[in-house]
């Protein structure tokens, strides 16, 4: 197995930047939940964030997906549970990778049953080829092909996650 680098860490951070520039324009005047899904996008959440120039908070949610590592099998629990209502508040649900659909989809139908005054998707990745449940991403980084990614947050077996690129998990050995 190698890793074969994807996105440099200068190209996420110029597209995380206009991201968040998106969302503090779209926001203006408006009281707005971050939601990281842990734990894939806590990087990407992290430096969005920081670049989002609004009054904002954020609270996490954790789900446990059951399927092998590299394969979603669409039966997703809330593993951590948003530590406070959402119930008016504007909510954007932040994700590492949208694979099949199946988790946000899921997310979705979950929280918009607390009544949030409005639920937006922002993930750093989709990769439209996988898609089994579509849902509409409003602030999305990259498209990406059918590959296994790494790296900025994204695991492999729980490894890579700090890797400050983008990678691909190659079946080539390592040299
Ligand atoms: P879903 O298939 O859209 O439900 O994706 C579920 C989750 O699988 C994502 O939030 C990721 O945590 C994980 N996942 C899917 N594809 C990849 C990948 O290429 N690399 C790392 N994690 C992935």
Excluded: C
């Excluded at 894939?40 to 120039?53: E, K, P, Q």
Aim: aromatic fraction near 6%.
């Amino acid at each position: 197995m190698a890793i074969k680098p994807l996105i440099d860490a200068s190209r996420i951070a110029q597209r995380v930047i206009e991201l968040a520039h998106e969302i503090t324009h779209d926001y203006l005047g408006k009281e707005l939940v971050i939601v990281p899904v842990l734990k894939g996008s806590y990087v990407f959440a992290a430096d969005l964030v920081r670049h989002i120039d609004l009054d904002l908070s954020v609270d996490f949610l954790g789900v446990r997906s059951y399927g092998d590592a590299q394969e979603s099998s669409g039966v997703v629990e809330i593993s951590t549970d948003l530590s406070h209502p959402i119930e008016g508040k504007h909510v954007i649900l932040v994700e590492d990778i949208v694979d099949t659909g199946l988790t946000a989809s899921y997310l979705n139908q979950n929280l918009i049953t607390r009544r949030p005054a409005s639920l937006k998707l922002a993930s750093l990745l989709h990769k439209p080829s996988r898609t089994r449940k579509t849902v509409e991403i409003d602030y999305l980084g990259f498209t990406v092909d059918d590959v296994f990614v790494v790296g900025y947050g994204l695991d492999h077996a729980e490894k890579f996650r700090n890797l400050p690129y983008l990678a691909v998990i190659t079946d080539e050995p390592s040299s």
